[in-house]
C-alpha cells in the first residue's frame, strides 16, 4: 500500500507548503520550547521542519526518519548543508531502527494520521525517547472535513481523536500529556515527557 497519494506527496514536497511548514508550524507547535541533544523527527517528508530545527535549535542534532524513499532523498538533498547535525534515514514509525532511549526528544508533525496503526509508532516513541525526554507535535483530529479531504485524496489514513491520542500517550508511559485541538478542532497540538513522573 503507497504511504500517500501521489497529490498529497507532492503537496508535501511543495515549496509553499514547505515554507509554510517550517516558519509557521514549528514555531507553534514548539510553543517556545527548546530541542536539544538528539532530536528525532518521525515521519519528515521533504525535510522542511528538520532543516527549521537544525537552523533554530544551536543544541540540536536532528535525524529526519520516513517510511517513502522518496521523500528520504529529497529530505537528504535538503538537509545536507547541515553536515552532522542533521541525518536523515528511511524508517518506518512503527518499527523504529534506534536502540531503547536513544533520543533526548522526538518531534511528530502531521504523519501519525498517515500510520494506519498509530498506536505502534506512540509505542516506540516512548520507547526510543529517553525518560524525561520531550515529545511534540500535531496532527489532524476526525473531523467531516479532514474525512473528505482524506477520501477525495484516496492517501491511506486512519483519523484520530485528541481523547484517543492522549490515551495513547498515557498508555505508552509518557507523563505531562497535554493535547490541545487547535484551528477551530481542525488539528491537535501534543506535548508530552517519556518516562514515569519522578
Ligand atoms: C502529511 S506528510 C507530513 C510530512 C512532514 N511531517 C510535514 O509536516 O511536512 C506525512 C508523512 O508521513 C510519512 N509516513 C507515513 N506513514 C509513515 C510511517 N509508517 N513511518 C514513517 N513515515 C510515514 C509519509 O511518507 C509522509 O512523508
Known sequence: MPVMSRVEAAFCRSAPWRAFTGRIVVPWVLRGEDLAGEVLEIGSGAGANAAVIAETQPQASITATDL???MVTAARARLAKYGTRATVAEADSTRLPFDDDHFDAA??????HHVIDWEAAIRE???VVRPGGRVVGYDLIATRGARLIHL??????RLLSPNELCGSLIASGFHDVDVNPALGGLVARFHATAGPAL
Open 68 to 70: 517513502d524513499p522518496t
Open 107 to 112: 518531534v511528530s508533525l502531521l504523519m501519525l
Open 125 to 127: 516513541l516512548a520507547r
Open 152 to 157: 477525495a485524496d484516496r492517501s491511506p489514513h
